[in-house]
């Protein structure tokens, strides 16, 4: 019998019980590429969502008590559950989000690193002994769980944003509270739920709530049983996590927006070039935060790349994404398409030139080359989450820094170059977390820290990063023998 069901994951995952809502909204999930209903659920209300932090704290305490070595095995027995169920998923990323089988693939691949990852900090939660300047003084400093995460997942690679914070918080020792987005309710929030269920984890250590802000309001942020929260979306919506996080003290992980630049100098391998450089924009439609919005080309080689980009491009096919050879599906939904358009003709008018001009079916939306930008316009500033690229030439290195920096954003990049200690030192130089000589903007491994600059997050994730977001630290100091005092 399949676990992994529309109608068995369309629910609220709270306390260890399957159920519905106690909210007012009745939710649809939809199919971005049919528009079709995949399925309806009634929004978590602000009871529910108290009952979820209640859970994944009252089952953290129990969490915390297992031996190491086993909480170890529980989340490796996680990751097997997702290998083992890899073509089930596979088709909930292809209907829940449109993602193509090659997308679902490479977030899967992404999911059970990252589980793997976390399943090694149970045996890294270690303490320090450290010397004082007290005789006799022990100071023992202990690495402890913060007790709760809440975690906030976009729509757009949802089964791992979530997964990312979800399986480091609960290999840190810490109960989970999981907000997915409403686009992606299942691949985002309740699948990972029945994923750590399987598994064997304490039922009610991992919670899905699908609701609404208008349901719930900050409360989700604002619960005094959340400790930390992990956000992975826009920049818009991270800063009022930040600020409401600031007032209640909290600490906050914000994985927010990008703007990307793919920076191909005069020596580059142009043939190489293209392939990263379609690769870094066109990959999951463009929905992707370290996307090359801006590719930006030495003027000495513009036209060889600019013709085998564009003949690249064009041959990517464009559709279904359930079909094996699509490269680009749809879009979440009519917002996004709508928002995407808007940019692209607001920067047609400002004076952009459109290389290749998309057309738009439904939520498809075929790819837009935009050349002649520059760094003032609406397409070069803005993130675009769609398949359109701005295309900028310089002509030097100097030039090129400047114009990557010119951007809020600083999240990834990367530069081509036949001589990588130039694209290494022209790297530092660029304000981004960040960047990869010869390789695509789009790059995610489990140990290396992950995170932006400027308006494109605060903090790091992925291997000690995460352990350390997601931990805190107490001192135990012990007096071994009496201390002489100022005054008795």
Not at 78 to 107: P, S, Y
Not at 234 to 255: C, M, Q
Request: net charge negative; hydrophobic share 35%.
């Amino acid at each position: 019998m399949t676990h992994f069901s529309f109608d068995q994951l369309s629910k609220q995952a709270i306390g260890g019980k399957w159920r519905e809502g106690q909210g007012s909204i009745e939710m649809n999930n939809l199919n971005p590429y049919s528009e079709e209903v995949i399925a309806t659920m009634t929004s978590a209300s602000k009871d529910d969502l108290d009952q979820a932090y209640e859970s994944a704290n009252e089952v953290q305490q129990d969490w915390i008590n297992i031996n190491p070595y086993e909480r170890r095995d529980l989340l490796l027995q996680a990751a097997k559950v997702v290998e083992e169920n890899h073509d089930e998923i596979t088709e909930l990323i292809i209907e829940e989000l449109g993602g193509t089988r090659l997308k679902a693939g490479f977030e899967i691949g992404l999911v059970t690193n990252i589980i793997k990852e976390a399943s090694t900090y149970p045996l890294r939660m270690t303490g320090e002994i450290l010397p004082s300047p007290v005789d006799g003084k022990e100071n023992r400093v202990y690495q402890e769980p913060v007790g709760v995460v809440g975690v906030i997942s976009p729509f757009n690679f949802p089964f791992y944003l979530s997964m990312k914070s979800v399986a480091t918080a609960v290999g840190a020792g810490n109960g989970v509270v999981i907000k997915p987005h409403e686009d992606t309710p299942v691949t985002g929030g309740t699948l990972l739920v029945k994923i750590f269920e399987l598994a064997g984890l304490p039922k009610g250590l991992v919670n899905s709530v699908i609701t609404e802000i208008s349901e719930i309001g900050d409360r989700f942020v604002e619960h005094p049983l959340n400790k930390v929260v992990s956000f992975t979306g826009s920049t818009v919506v991270g800063r009022k996590i930040g600020e409401v996080a600031g007032r209640n003290l909290k600490k906050a992980s914000l994985e927010l927006g990008g703007n990307s630049a793919l920076i191909i100098l005069d020596d580059a391998d142009i043939d190489y070039a293209v392939s990263a450089a379609v690769f870094s924009r066109f990959t999951h439609q463009g929905q992707i935060c370290m996307s090359a919005n801006r590719v930006l080309v030495h003027e000495s080689v513009k036209d060889e790349f600019l013709q085998k980009y564009k003949n690249k491009v064009e041959s990517l096919k464009v559709g279904d994404p359930r079909e094996e050879d699509t490269i680009i599906g749809p879009l979440i939904n009519k917002r996004q398409v709508e928002t995407l358009e808007n940019t692209i003709e607001k920067s047609i008018e400002e004076g952009a030139v459109p290389l290749v001009r998309g057309e738009v079916k439904g939520n498809v939306v075929t790819p837009t080359i935009l050349t002649d930008v520059s760094p003032n316009m609406s397409v070069a500033n803005e993130e675009m989450f769609g398949p359109a690229v701005a295309v900028t030439t310089f002509e030097s290195d100097e030039e090129a820094i400047e114009i990557a920096n010119a951007s809020d954003f600083g999240l990834s990049g990367a530069v081509h170059t036949a001589n990588t200690e130039r694209g290494a030192e022209l790297g530092k130089r660029i304000e981004t977390g960040m960047i990869h000589v010869n390789d695509g903007t789009i790059n995610d491994e489990p140990i290396v820290a992950f995170g932006g600059e400027k308006m494109s997050g605060v903090g790091r994730l992925n291997g000690s990063e995460s352990l350390e977001a997601f931990t805190t630290k107490k001192w135990i100091s012990i007096q071994h023998k009496k201390r002489q005092f100022p005054y008795s």
